[in-house]
């Protein structure tokens, strides 16, 4: 059964740094893109960050700057090192997978992927 299991999450205080690791129990890792993707309780699931399956990221916004995706396809696992973390930070990370080939800008939207894990709490506190 394929599986994204995520952890690193955690309370942190603002200005201070976290690590999100996601483990994933795909046969080919590499043919995969993945990303990271963030909800808070009454709003939608947004995207975080994404990291297609040649290595290219992007990012949201609200993160760029301050987050960095990465993934070691040798481990088959996705990090998300998260640094200068604030309150608004503060949510359920996911992470997320798609077999495919699209390139980054493709790659933003949850739509574009289907697996996902069962998220990790990340709390900031001012």
Do not use: H
């Not at 995969?32 to 290595?55: C, H």
């Not at 973390?85 to 359920?92: G, K, M, R």
């Amino acid at each position: 059964q394929v599986q994204l299991v995520e952890s690193g999450g955690g309370l942190m205080q603002a200005g201070g740094s976290l690590r999100l690791s996601c483990a994933a129990s795909l046969r080919s890792f590499s043919r995969y893109a993945m990303g990271w993707f963030r909800q808070t309780p009454g709003k939608e699931r947004e995207f975080v960050a994404t990291i297609s399956r040649n290595g290219a990221t992007t990012y949201a916004d609200a993160v760029k700057g301050r987050f960095t995706i990465s993934r070691d396809n040798d481990k088959k696992s996705m990090f998300l090192k998260m640094d200068s973390l604030s309150p608004e930070d503060t949510a359920v990370y996911y992470c997320a997978a798609k077999q495919t080939i699209l390139t980054v800008g493709a790659l933003t939207t949850r739509e574009a992927y289907d697996l996902w894990g069962q998220g990790t709490q990340v709390t900031v506190s001012s």
